[in-house]
């Protein structure tokens, strides 16, 4: 599986960015996907996450009720909306999928087997 992240950008306070996530090499209906982001001097933190099936989704307390994880089965492709960013946003945003993981290891990057290169969001105040 190869992930393509893109979307990111520069935006002031308050504004929204779309992330996506491209997802090829084979289909991903039997994964679970996530958003992961990473300041500088900081360690990767957990963002969203959601099974590929649909159901369910998971996100940190600080992004919960201002992002959006969301897929397109038929573009094989993943987005995290992000409304009301703030200048604590700021950070570079990862992609991640992985096969059989329970409903605790959604939140953890080491059961993450693939990532994307990372796109960078920046969120001047």
């Known amino acids: 599986v190869q992930l393509q992240a893109s979307g990111g950008g520069l935006v002031q306070a308050g504004g929204s960015l779309r992330l996506s996530c491209a997802a090829s090499?084979?289909?991903?209906?039997?994964?679970?996907w996530a958003w992961f982001r990473q300041a500088p001097g900081k360690e990767r933190e957990f963002v969203a996450a959601m099974r590929w099936s649909g159901g369910n989704t998971y996100y940190a307390d600080s992004v919960k009720g201002r992002f959006t994880i969301s897929r397109d089965n038929a573009k094989n492709t993943g987005y995290l909306q992000m409304n009301s960013l703030k200048p604590e946003d700021t950070a570079v945003y990862y992609c991640?999928?992985?096969?059989?993981?329970?409903?605790?290891?959604?939140?953890?990057?080491?059961?993450?087997?693939?990532w994307g290169q990372g796109t960078q969001v920046t969120v001047s105040s």
């Open positions: 991640a999928a992985a096969q059989g993981l329970i409903l605790s290891d959604l939140r953890r990057r080491s059961r993450y087997d693939y």
């Open positions: 090499g084979r289909t991903l209906s039997s994964y679970a």
